[in-house]
């Protein structure tokens, strides 16, 4: 019998992927399920953010006595309560905790996988109603089973990462996610409150008309970063118009759009961080693992982000992610050296 709606749950469209690898054991989809249903509780609360002089400024009392909580600590607890009830997650690693959490009951420590996560990136735009979002990655554990999770277990580069992706907090809330397989797009939709398959497949076009930078720190790049911005501001494109700049300041917000209209963005070096701003393993890596299942590139400049060795949860790197074309076009200009070599 034909089905008489044509929407896909985030659950069932998991759950029909798992069908396809007999031996897999819908860890992953529950894992997925878990993050989703986080994410939706975090929703919930940023889509009041806009009346906090109303309801009660974080850090105030509100008006049952009981203190507000920033939004950023809000969607951490809540990542951390719901993974943690979880029977799929043997720990967790945050860019909030100064280490990572190993969950020491049974059924957590005889669990496949830890996640990674960004609880709420880009939280400077709360105030300006911008969007923000929670960026996640999952890998299979190192270490052996039925004991706590280690430090190897959050160490591993993302070309080992399981699936990455994140919750855009926008004009709709969506989840896109990868797997090894594909990326997809999922849309919330608030009346059954269920994420819905909206953007199947998803591609990174090839080419790409934005660039997206925090250009007034340009006086502090190298010349080859310099160079690269010129070439952006002159006529390079195809139809003779420069590239378009566009940058939101939120690291999810500008890849959305960097991973649907094609483009690049970038967060790289400068005279005073050397590595630059961004953190490899909470947000470098799930998003050039979801770029690169969508067709697109993501580098730090001297090789793939994806095959960077981590050494600490907290590292930084600079990243050049985006349209294929673009970003080599980039390389170009900012690792000439390596691109000889
Ligand atoms: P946060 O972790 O404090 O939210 O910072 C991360 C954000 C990214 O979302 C964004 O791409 C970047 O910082 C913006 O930095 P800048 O203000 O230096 O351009």
């Known amino acids: 019998m034909n089905s008489p709606r044509k929407l896909i749950t985030l659950d069932e469209f998991t759950i029909q992927e798992t069908r396809q690898f007999p031996q897999a054991t819908g860890e992953l989809s529950s894992l997925l399920r878990d993050i989703g249903l986080a994410c939706k509780i975090i929703n919930k609360q940023v889509l009041k ?8 400024k974080h850090g105030a009392t509100n008006i049952q006595g009981e203190e507000q909580m920033k939004l950023d600590i809000y969607a951490n607890d809540m990542l951390i309560s719901v993974l943690n009830n979880s029977a799929d997650c043997a720990g967790i690693a945050s860019e909030e905790n100064d280490d990572f959490v190993p969950f020491t009951d049974e059924f957590s420590m005889n669990s496949k996988y830890v996640v990674l996560f960004d609880p709420l990136d880009g939280s400077s735009n709360i105030d300006v109603n911008a969007p923000i979002g929670t960026i996640f990655s999952i890998y299979k554990r190192i270490s052996p089973l039925g004991m706590p999770c280690t430090a190897e277990d959050f160490l591993q580069p993302g070309n080992k990462l399981m699936a990455a992706g994140y919750v855009i907090y926008g004009s709709s809330t969506m989840m896109v996610y990868a797997t090894k397989v594909s990326a997809n797009g999922f849309t919330l939709e608030p009346s059954i409150g269920e994420f819905c398959l909206s953007h199947p497949n998803i591609k990174c076009p090839e080419k790409g008309k934005i660039y997206s930078i925090n250009q007034g720190n340009s006086c502090k790049y190298d010349d080859g970063m310099k160079a690269f911005l010129n070439y952006c501001m002159e006529n390079n494109k195809e139809d003779g118009r420069p590239y378009s700049l566009r940058y ?20 790289p070096a400068d005279r005073s961080n050397a590595k630059g701003k961004l953190r490899l393993q909470y947000e470098c890596n799930p998003m050039s693992f979801l770029i690169e299942a969508a067709g697109g590139l993501g580098s730090f400049g001297e090789g793939r982000i994806l095959d960077i060795e981590p050494t600490e949860l907290h590292q ?23 691109l000889a070599n």
């Open 49 to 56: 953010a806009g009346l906090v002089d109303i309801l009660g």
């Open 248 to 267: 939101i300041g939120s690291m999810v917000a500008d890849l959305h759009r960097t991973l649907i209209k094609g483009g690049i963005f970038m967060y």
């Open 316 to 338: 930084r790197t600079p990243i050049y992610i985006g349209s294929k074309n673009l970003v080599n076009k980039a390389l170009e200009f900012v690792s000439p050296k390596v």
